[in-house]
């Protein structure tokens, strides 16, 4: 479910995400991006039905955000309407599970000072609470700050910390992809013989998958953001996993092709049924 995703004239430029510090000269992204000069950026909330209640995987960036500019207020924080129009109840909710606690993907459950699923248990990494409940002084943290402090504050004890390879819900493990923030990590969601790889923040667009090296300027560790997107993307080539990247166009969701020693992304389009084995007519 997208908790928003803004179009032109509103969609950040290329250039913001990959910068010369974050290891990509602005000749190379200009030869590399083929005359496109902005990213869509989506904010897809993945809703996870388990045996034990209704989950969402990360909860948007939450009403009346201005942290970007005054633009983007009516564009995102649409989560709530759309669980409301897919007969959803905050009230029922069972859990929310953080790839990581960057404002964008924690502000949707504490943006009216109050918990946005008051039933709902919630699940961080470890690393990911301890990181943001110490001292920050890293500047690319700062914006991310409150929401994520806030978060830990609101959720008090009924924040659960997990380490990865670890089966929070039925059929819900976490698994290792940190460099993005210290405790980031992936969902692998497993049911009736399927699987669905969730890899939160390990890419933002699919130059990344062309380029691999790439990283960006909210990549706190970039050595180690690299090596997680490299083996998150191995590991669905090779399993032939679908994926779902929180910040692809909605619904994010597609497949991933070894290109070889690059990547290649197959994107699922709602209403077209999905080939598991990419194949070169994409
Ligand atoms: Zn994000």
């Known amino acids: 479910m997208s908790d928003g995703q803004p179009g032109p004239p509103f969609e950040p430029p290329l250039e913001d995400f ?5 290891g990509v000269p602005s000749e190379v992204l200009r030869d590399a ?3 496109r000069s902005s990213l869509t950026c989506g904010y897809n909330c993945l809703f996870v039905n388990t045996p034990d209640g209704m989950a969402v995987i990360d909860t948007g960036l939450g009403a009346s955000f201005l942290g970007y500019g005054e633009y983007i207020k009516p564009l995102v924080g649409q989560l709530e309407d759309g669980m409301t129009s897919a007969g959803l109840s905050r009230a029922n909710l069972a859990a929310v599970v953080f790839t990581h606690l960057h404002q964008d993907h924690s502000r ?3 943006w009216s000072g109050e918990l946005t699923f008051p039933a709902a248990t919630a699940y961080a ?3 990911e609470v301890a990181f943001w409940s110490g001292t920050v ?4 943290a700062q914006p991310h700050l409150e929401a994520a402090r806030e978060t830990i504050r609101l959720f008090g004890e009924r924040l659960r910390a997990f380490e990865y390879e670890a089966e929070v819900l039925p059929g819900v493990r976490t698994l290792a992809a940190p460099g993005h923030t210290p405790g ?4 692998l969601l497993e049911s009736q013989g399927e699987r669905l790889l969730c890899v939160g923040d390990t890419f933002y667009d699919p130059l ?3 380029n691999p090296s790439w990283a960006t300027p909210w990549d706190l560790d970039l050595a180690a953001s690299i090596a997680s997107r490299r083996h998150l993307l191995e590991r669905a080539a090779d399993e032939r996993l679908m994926v779902h990247a929180y910040h692809l166009p909605f619904p994010g969701l597609g497949r991933v092709q070894r290109n070889g020693a690059a990547f290649t992304w197959h994107p ?3 209403g077209m049924s999905d080939s598991p084995a990419p194949t070169t007519e994409h």
């Open 18 to 22: 990959f910068t010369p510090e974050s």
């Open 33 to 35: 991006c083929h005359g």
């Open 108 to 110: 949707g459950s504490i």
């Open 125 to 127: 990494h470890a690393l």
């Open 137 to 140: 002084d890293l500047p690319q």
């Open 184 to 187: 980031h990590s992936a969902v």
């Open 208 to 210: 990344q998958l062309t």
């Open 268 to 270: 699922l389009t709602l």
